[in-house]
């Protein structure tokens, strides 16, 4: 079974960076595309909102409006491990981040497409 665990969040100033990590396990990471998307802790039942993905190739990635230009997301596969580098960030980038793979090549914007989550891990930006 897949299992995926996020690590790298944490409390930071704004301005600052933080990496995520996402460790894949019981599979390869190469078989699928992987995303990143996040949830605003003061609103736990509102729909995860997208912020980033990459296709299993690595050549593709796309990112959500309001991170792009900050946040980057890479893949290496040898180490089965998805990551997430988060620049500039802004209080409003507060959330708890949540790992996804999806079961298919190409790179995909939406929540519901992606088999496979992570627990999250919680990035808190203060001001």
């Known amino acids: 079974q897949v299992q995926l665990v996020e690590s790298g969040g944490g409390l930071v100033q704004a301005g600052g960076s933080l990496r995520l990590s996402c460790l894949v396990s019981g599979s390869a990471s190469s078989e699928y595309a992987m995303g990143w998307f996040r949830q605003a802790p003061q609103a736990p039942g509102a729909e995860r909102e997208f912020v980033a993905t990459i296709s299993r190739s690595g050549e593709a990635t796309f990112y959500g409006d309001s991170v792009k230009g900050r946040f980057t997301i890479s893949r290496d596969d040898a180490k089965n491990t998805v990551y997430l580098q988060m620049n500039s960030l802004k209080p409003e980038d507060t959330a708890v981040y949540y790992c996804?793979?999806?079961?298919?090549?190409?790179?995909?914007?939406?929540?519901?497409?992606?088999?496979?989550w992570g627990q999250g891990t919680r990035v808190t930006v203060s001001s």
């Open positions: 996804a793979a999806h079961i298919g090549s190409g790179a995909r914007m939406t929540a519901p497409l992606y088999s496979f």
